[in-house]
């Protein structure tokens, strides 16, 4: 049984734009992230979507929301809202600016990446709702196969959430990269770029192999925003620590 996972990050926000630190606030695309949604759509237009899944966090929900509207075969159901598919929480962080995060960590002697601010999530937290969700959504595969389908499904998510997911699944799972091109699974997706796995299931419906065969593609954004497009904006913890671990990586 073969199974096709196409995971997007949610068009960009204010906060994107302004650098500051989303995680649980409920913050709407802005009109650059629709476009950038929109664009999306079009990459997948000739997609057929036999399921959608997507944070419940609106700039998530609309992201799939525009993207299954410009999807010529469109979706049979509604899109599944999950708690667990949410970007990590930052606590009394949420809505200051990325720099204040830093700086605070820099004080603690704490790397960025591993700093927990006051009611937030530790790392180790958001990895167990990413393990969670993927969990979920294969017995609902199952199910799906039981009913006849051999489904495609779309995922809405936060870049934060996306890179702990395929984390999870390459460094846990066995999950393998690329053959060619990109294969910096720990980066932060695009807003709006698409990653694509393809899922092997064997007679006894378990996971028998899993690829990433397309990551944080954004081709289709080309020529809409340079700031968007080619800026992994610190618009929360994850994409916070992503760039500080990166800049520490090149030193």
């Not at 036999?50 to 899109?79: C, M, Q, W």
């Not at 603690?108 to 006051?118: D, H, L």
């Not at 609902?140 to 936060?158: E, F």
């Amino acid at each position: 049984m073969d199974v096709k996972l196409i995971i997007v990050r949610h068009g960009e926000t204010a906060y994107n734009r302004q650098h500051i630190i989303q995680g649980h606030l409920d913050v709407p695309l802005n009109e650059n992230g629709r476009i950038q949604a929109f664009s999306a759509g079009q990459a997948l237009k000739e997609v057929k979507f036999d399921a959608a899944y997507s944070s419940d966090l609106s700039r998530a929900y609309e992201t799939a929301e525009i993207v299954l509207n410009h999807n010529k075969p469109g979706l049979n159901g509604g899109i599944w809202k999950c708690y667990t598919l949410r970007e990590r929480g930052t606590g009394v962080m949420q809505g200051q600016s990325s720099n204040l995060l830093l700086e605070e960590a820099k004080e603690r002697g704490i790397p960025a990446y591993k700093y927990t601010p006051q009611g937030g999530e530790t790392l180790e937290m958001m990895t167990y709702r990413a393990a969670l969700f993927f969990e979920d959504l294969c017995e609902d595969i199952k199910l799906r196969w039981k009913l006849g389908q051999s489904p495609t499904i779309l995922i809405a998510s936060h870049g934060g959430l996306i890179k702990d997911l395929l984390v999870y699944l390459v460094e846990r799972k066995g999950c393998t990269l690329p053959k060619v091109g990109n294969t910096e699974y720990r980066a932060i997706s695009p807003n709006c770029g698409l990653t694509t796995l393809n899922l092997k299931l064997d007679t006894e419906l378990d996971l028998k192999s899993m690829q990433i065969v397309d990551l944080y593609n954004g081709k289709h954004l080309r020529g809409l925003d340079l700031m968007t497009t080619k800026n992994h904006h610190l618009s929360s913890l994850s994409a916070v620590s992503n760039v500080l671990r990166i800049r520490n990586d090149s030193l």
